[in-house]
Structure formats: C-alpha cells, structure tokens
Antibody
Framework: QLQLQESGPGLVKPSETLSLTCTVS??????????WGWVRQPPGKGLECVGH???????YYNPSLESRVTISMDTPKNEFSLRLISLTAADTAIYYC??????????????WGKGTTVTVSS | SYELTQPPSVSVSPGQTASITCSGE??????VAWYQKKPGQSPVVIIY???KRPSGVPERFSGSNSGNAATLTISVAQPMDESEYFC?????????FGGGTKVTVL
C-alpha cells in the first residue's frame, strides 16, 4: 500500500523559508496518472490545498499562495517537496503530503501522509 | 476563486440519519468527494465522484450531488461517526475544500 511521509523542520522563524519533503514508499511518483501535492490545516481551521505537481512536472498552486510557493519532484529519489517563502504566523499549520487520483478535470485525494506540524514563531 | 460552503455543525441521535450539505455555484457540474477527519488523524476519503464509496467504508455513508449542492448522508448514525467532515471539488487543477462540518452523535 502506498505510503507518504513528510519530513522537515517543526519550527521556522517569521520571514524565513519552509522546506518540506514527502517520501513515497511502496509506489512510484512517476507511475500512473496522479497529482502529488500538499494540503494544510491551520489550528482550528479547515483544510486548504497548497498545490500539486503532475508527473509531467506541471505545477498548480492555490492562487492565494502562488507568489510564495514552489512544489518540485525528484523522481530518482521518489519524493516531492514544498518550498514556501516569506513565512508569517498565518502559515502555522499541519502540512499533509497527498496523492490525488482521478481523470480529466476531476481528482480526489486517496492517499494522505500522517502530517507534520509547522509552527512559525520567533 | 471557487468556494464551497458547509454548515459548521450538525447533531444527530444514535441510529438516526444525519445530512451534511456542501454548497457551491453549479456544484452539480463537478464531482465531489467527502473526507472524514478525526482529531490527531489524517483525513480519509469516504465518498468520491459524488456517490462512490471506497472499499471498507460502511454502507451507511452515501452521497449525492445536484444543482448547487452536494449532500453527505449518514444513515443509522453510530457514535464512531462523530467526526469532522469536509467536502472537496476540483477547480482549475487544484482541490477546493469546504470549511468542514463537525458531526456530534448524542
């Protein structure tokens, strides 16, 4: 069964850059027709899609974060990464790496990582 | 950007039926998924493509979608169904989520 595991710092200072990596096991980021991405949940709030990367390398970002976010894929390492710059307290959240399955213009998230808590504080 | 709206909370008695709505402009033209999220756990998909249940999801969970609203129905609610539920649609190659609905079974 495909598994996703997030890794990265739990505490980041305001204005700095967050870098998270998602390691894929029991499957390949280059197999099938999937989107690989990140979803976050701030404390006491709902889920928010950060963005996705397709196996072709095409990326799609939440418009509200687009100016600050980059998602990339490392196929040989079988992992993908999130980079979010200019952090503020509003970026404090649990960050989940996810796989989305579907067809055409419809996808849903069928695999979630366990999530990693990121706190932005000095 | 596309928006989905859910009621913040729903209460249901054990054994009764709970319905959670998810509203969005012409939502019926899109496919909707529903996720169950319990505290400290990752979300789990319980309905996808409006009505389909992944293997292992109890039959008491069902979904529908038409017009401007999708509905998740929990029939014969169980105490274990107490959770937060999120709807999700796909818009411009990104996932859009509703704000979530906390279901209380009491």
């Amino acid at each position: 069964q495909l598994q996703l595991q997030e890794s990265g710092p739990g505490l980041v200072k305001p204005s700095e850059t967050l870098s998270l990596t998602c390691t894929v096991s029991n499957g390949s980021v280059s197999a099938g027709i999937f989107f690989w991405g990140w979803v976050r949940q701030p404390p006491g709030k709902g889920l928010e899609c950060v963005g996705h990367i397709y196996q072709s390398g095409s990326t799609y970002y939440n418009p509200s974060l687009e100016s600050r976010v980059t998602i990339s894929m490392d196929t040989p390492k079988n992992e993908f990464s999130l980079r979010l710059i200019s952090l503020t307290a509003a970026d404090t959240a649990i960050y989940y790496c996810v796989r989305s399955s579907g067809v055409s213009d419809y996808y849903y998230i069928d695999v979630w990582g366990k999530g990693t808590t990121v706190t932005v504080s000095s | 950007s596309y928006e989905l709206t859910q009621p913040p909370s729903v209460s249901v008695s054990p054994g009764q039926t709970a319905s959670i709505t998810c509203s969005g402009e012409k939502l019926g033209d899109k496919y909707v998924a529903w996720y169950q999220k319990k505290p400290g756990q990752s979300p789990v998909v319980i309905i996808y493509q409006d009505t389909k249940r992944p293997s292992g999801v109890p039959e008491r969970f069902s979904g529908s979608n038409s017009g401007n609203a999708a509905t998740l129905t929990i029939s014969v609610a169980q105490p274990m169904d107490e959770s937060e539920y999120f709807c999700q649609a796909w818009d411009r190659s990104t996932a859009v989520f509703g704000g979530g609905t906390k279901v209380t079974v009491l």
